[in-house]
């Protein structure tokens, strides 16, 4: 249980988390747009359907999803884009591994810290709270 201290830091904590995850995705997403062409050859090599596309929709995803949950703008809908990419991403390329869980941690460490920021909401540190927009 948590005392009133630890409550005071709650928004911090929130934060940090949406930093991390933020950065990560940003520059993920930006490498695939400056090389939207390698991407779309390994969407194609492990079978995903319409790669260019598919290319195109997750560097956008992952660029501009990264950016609002840094900034904690609407962030609810991109924190669950970026799960179901980190779901995808598991199941498309981290399966087969030798080692499964050596292979897919970040993913999975991702795709649970996107949930939990789909969960939480942005919290009072965020440009959706400086708006007065209710999550």
């Given at each position: ?8 830091y ?31 050859g ?7 359907p ?17 950016i ?17 990419i ?19 941690r ?30």
């Amino acid at each position: 249980m948590l005392n009133d201290k630890m409550k005071d830091y709650y928004d911090v904590a929130l934060l940090l988390l949406r930093i991390g995850v933020g950065l990560i995705f940003i520059v993920a997403g930006w490498g695939k747009l400056t090389g939207i062409e390698n991407t779309a050859g390994f969407f194609d090599n492990i079978g995903i359907p319409m790669p260019v596309v598919m290319a195109w929709v997750v560097a956008i995803v992952e660029f501009a999803g990264g950016i609002m949950v840094l900034a904690g703008l609407y962030m609810r809908i991109p924190a669950l884009l970026l799960a179901v990419i980190m779901v995808v991403a598991i199941l498309t390329t981290k399966l087969d591994a030798d080692n499964i869980f050596r292979a897919m941690r970040l993913d999975l460490v991702l795709l649970l810290m996107s949930l939990s920021l789909f969960i939480t909401g942005s919290g009072k540190i965020s440009l959706n709270s400086m708006l007065g927009i209710k999550e």
